[in-house]
C-alpha cells in the first residue's frame, strides 16, 4: 500500500543540509563581528589623531595631515564593508565641519591621501580645530561611547 510514496531524502543529508545553514550562519555572525572590530580600531585611530590634534597644533605638519587622511579613508572604507551608525555619525560630524565652508575637513581628508601639497584651507581649518576643543571634545566623546 505505501508503493505510492516515493522515498524522502536520507536521514544524513537532512542533517548535512541543516549543518551546512548553522556553519553559514556562524560564519555570517563571525564575519560581523571581526568588522565591528576593524571598525573599532579604525575609530580608535581616529580619536588618538584628535587627541594628537587637541593637544597640539598639527596644521602645518604634512606628516600628521598625510596620517590624519589615511586613518580617514580606513574608516571610510570600514563603514562602507560593514557600516556603523556611531562611525557614520562622526564621519558626518567631521566631515561637514566648518560648517557654511566651500571645502570642508571632509573634503581634504578625502583628497589628501598620498598628496605632497598641504593646502592653505586645510591648515586653516586644522588650526581652527586646534583651536575649538570643545568641538574636538564632542567628537572624542562619540568615539568614547
Same mark, same amino acid.
Given at each position: 500500500m505505501e508503493a505510492w510514496k516515493r522515498p524522502g531524502p536520507p536521514k544524513g543529508a537532512i542533517v548535512g543540509g541543516f549543518l551546512l545553514f548553522v556553519r553559514?550562519?556562524?560564519i555570517l555572525f563571525s564575519n560581523d563581528r571581526s568588522q565591528g572590530k576593524e571598525i573599532d580600531a579604525s575609530l580608535l585611530s581616529i580619536k588618538e589623531t584628535l587627541e594628537a590634534l587637541?593637544?597640539?597644533?598639527?596644521?602645518?605638519?604634512?606628516?600628521f595631515c598625510e596620517h590624519f587622511s589615511s586613518v580617514?579613508?580606513?574608516?571610510?572604507e570600514e563603514i562602507e564593508r560593514a557600516g556603523n551608525l556611531?562611525? #557614520?555619525?562622526?564621519?558626518?560630524?567631521? $566631515? @561637514? !565641519?566648518? #560648517?557654511g565652508e566651500p571645502h570642508?575637513? $571632509? @573634503? !581634504?581628508?578625502?583628497?589628501?591621501a598620498g598628496e605632497s601639497w598641504l593646502p592653505v584651507?586645510?591648515?586653516e581649518i586644522l588650526k581652527k580645530l586646534h583651536n575649538d576643543p570643545e568641538r574636538l571634545a564632542e567628537w572624542i566623546q562619540l568615539i568614547q561611547e
Open positions: 553559514k550562519i556562524a587637541k593637544k597640539v597644533d598639527q596644521s602645518t605638519n604634512s606628516h580617514w579613508h580606513t574608516l571610510l556611531k562611525a #557614520e555619525k562622526l564621519i558626518s560630524e567631521m $566631515g @561637514h !565641519y566648518p #560648517e570642508q575637513l $571632509g @573634503h !581634504y581628508l578625502t583628497h589628501y584651507p586645510f591648515q
